[in-house]
C-alpha cells in the first residue's frame, strides 16, 4: 500500500503529546516543529490517525514543498505537483493558507495563484478546460514561512476536537483536544479519583472517561477523506472496527465527578456524556466551589476554572483562586492540575506550582499550573 507522507497539526505546547500518541499507533516520526508533526503512513495509517489522535487538530496529506519567492515560483512549482493523482475530475478543491515572514505576504493571491496552477495542472492531465467541481471535497492548504511553501490536503474536515458529543454550548468551553493534553500530562489514571469543581459542560471528565476506556475519539464523526475514491471504504471500515475491538469493556474507574454552579451547564454536561456514551461513568451535580469539600485521599483535580477575562468579573475571580487554595491546598495527598490565564495565580492561589507549561486555550495564552501530591501507597496483596 502506498506510503504517504502525512501531517498532524496540534496546538503550540503540545506537540511531543502527538508524537507520543503517533509512536504509539505504530506511525513513523518524521519530525517535530512548531504546531505541527510529519509522519509516514499508509492509507490505513491515514484513517487511524484521524481516528485516534486526542490532541491533533487536523491530519494532512503533504503533496510538495518548496521555495516561493515570487508568484511565477509558486505558480510554476504549484503546477509541477502530481495533483492528479489524489484530485478525480469532478474533485472539489477550495483553496487556503496563511503566510508568516514571506516575501508573497497576500493570502488572496496566493489562495488564486495555487488554485490556477492547480486547475491548469488538471487540464493537461485530463484534457479537460472546465470542471464541474460536484464531487468529493479536497480542501487544499497551503503554508509559506520565510519564503518556504508547503501544500497539502487536509484528511479530517473539520479539526479533531468535533468528536461528535458535544452538541450544545456553555460560556467559554474548553476545547476537547485541550483537554485531552491536560489528562495526559497529568499521567491520571482511571485508579485514582478525578475531580472537575468547574465542569462547565463536562467535557474534561468526558475525555477522561474516553481515555480511561480507550475508545477512539473519532468514533463517532465521519472524516473528510472517508469520500475519497482512492483510499476506499474499506479502509475506514477495518479501522473502525479495530477500535471498536480495543476498547476496554472492564474497566474500572475510582471516580469521575463534576460539580458546577450553573444548573444548565450540568445538564448540558450530562447531555454529552450521554451521546458519548459514558453516562454511567461520570457522577454530575450543581454546587458552587464554596460547597466544595472532600474527605478523600490522593484524588486529582483536573480544572479549567473562569480566568476573569473582563474586568468586571476579575475581582470575583481572584477571591475564588483565594478560596481555592484555602480548600485544596488543606488535602495535602491531592494532586491539582488547573488551567488558567490569570498571572497572578500562583501568588493568589498561595503556592508556587511544581510545574507549570504553556498552552494555549483558544488561541488565549495560558498557563498549566500542576500541583504533585504524594503517590498512594501500594496496596497490599
Known amino acids: 500500500m502506498q506510503s504517504l507522507e502525512l501531517i498532524a497539526t496540534s496546538t503550540f505546547g503540545v506537540e511531543a503529546l502527538v508524537k507520543e500518541e503517533l509512536k504509539k499507533l505504530g506511525l513513523e516520526i518524521k519530525g517535530v516543529e512548531n504546531g505541527q508533526i510529519s509522519f509516514r503512513a499508509d492509507f490505513s495509517g491515514l484513517a487511524k490517525a484521524n481516528l485516534w489522535l486526542r490532541c491533533a487538530e487536523r491530519v494532512f496529506v503533504k503533496i510538495g514543498e518548496f521555495q516561493a519567492r515570487d508568484f511565477d515560483e509558486l505558480y510554476d512549482n504549484t503546477r509541477n505537483l502530481p495533483w492528479e493523482e489524489w484530485l478525480p475530475e469532478n474533485a472539489r478543491f477550495p483553496v487556503s493558507g496563511k503566510s508568516v515572514q514571506s516575501g508573497l505576504h497576500s493570502v488572496p493571491a496566493c489562495q488564486s495563484i495555487i488554485k490556477k496552477a492547480i486547475v491548469d495542472r488538471l487540464k493537461g492531465k485530463y484534457r479537460k478546460d472546465w470542471f464541474a467541481e460536484d464531487g468529493p471535497l479536497y480542501p487544499i492548504h497551503f503554508s509559506l514561512h520565510k519564503d518556504k511553501a508547503v501544500l497539502s490536503i487536509n484528511t479530517s474536515g473539520e479539526g479533531l476536537h468535533k468528536r461528535g458529543y458535544r452538541e450544545l454550548a456553555t460560556e467559554a468551553p474548553i476545547q476537547e483536544t485541550l483537554a485531552a493534553a491536560m489528562l495526559y500530562l497529568s499521567r491520571w489514571q482511571p485508579d485514582r479519583i478525578l475531580i472537575d469543581p468547574f465542569c462547565g459542560s463536562g467535557t474534561i471528565l468526558i475525555e477522561a ?173
Not at 477495518?238 to 463534576?258: I, N, P, W
Open 209 to 381: 472517561a474516553l481515555l480511561g476506556k480507550n475508545i477512539a475519539p473519532g468514533i463517532q464523526r465521519n472524516f473528510i477523506a472517508e469520500e475519497w475514491p482512492q483510499i476506499g471504504k474499506k479502509v475506514w471500515q477495518e479501522a473502525r472496527a479495530e477500535a471498536r475491538d480495543l476498547e476496554r469493556k472492564e474497566t474500572s474507574f475510582r471516580m469521575l465527578m463534576g460539580s458546577d454552579k450553573d444548573n444548565n451547564a450540568v445538564k448540558i454536561a450530562r447531555h454529552h456524556a450521554i451521546k458519548a456514551g459514558v453516562e454511567d461513568l461520570i457522577h454530575f451535580q450543581t454546587a458552587s466551589f464554596e460547597e466544595f469539600q472532600s474527605s478523600r485521599k490522593y484524588a486529582y483535580i483536573i480544572t479549567n476554572p473562569p480566568y476573569g477575562e473582563r474586568l468586571s468579573d476579575k475581582k470575583e475571580v481572584e477571591k475564588l483562586y483565594r478560596l481555592m487554595g484555602k480548600k485544596l491546598l488543606a488535602l495535602d495527598t491531592w494532586s491539582f492540575y488547573i488551567l488558567t490565564s490569570h498571572p497572578d495565580f500562583e501568588k493568589l492561589f498561595g503556592k508556587k506550582a511544581s510545574k507549570r507549561r504553556k498552552l494555549y486555550n483558544g488561541g488565549l495564552e495560558c498557563q498549566f499550573y500542576q500541583y504533585y501530591g504524594p503517590w498512594p501507597p501500594a496496596s497490599k496483596n
